[in-house]
């Protein structure tokens, strides 16, 4: 049977859920191997969030949110960029690949390029096989 990855995305509401929602409007196809979590800017997304979808099952984990510069919270996305960056130098530590987990900016117009980066990413992660991750770590 071919593996399915299951690809958790926290998506910011402003910017790459809107996206996201128009992918669906303006019925574009993409993978549905995407398990949104819309939360109100990727500045709250806490490392701890990112891990435990990795130990709860997760193959891949994106993050998405308005481009530098117009995050409805002044930085919440500069915070995200740090935070990311910091987990890719950590985890693999754990038996990780980082390019498992995923930083992108897509604008609330940006339907096609959300769509796009998801089905770029599914492809990325069958390639990668399913995740060693879970329960190899403890929170
Ligand atoms: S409001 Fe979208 S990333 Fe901050």
Redesign the pocket.
Known sequence: MDFEPTIIAFV?N??TYTAADLAGTSRLIYPANIRLIRV????MVDPKYVIKAFLEGADAVLVS??HPGD???IN??YK?RRRIKLLKEILPQFGFEPERLKLTWIGASDGIRFADTITEMVSEIRALGPSQVRGKMVL
């Open positions: 910011c402003w910017c109100m800017c990727t500045g949110g308005c995050c409805h919270y919440g996305n995200a």
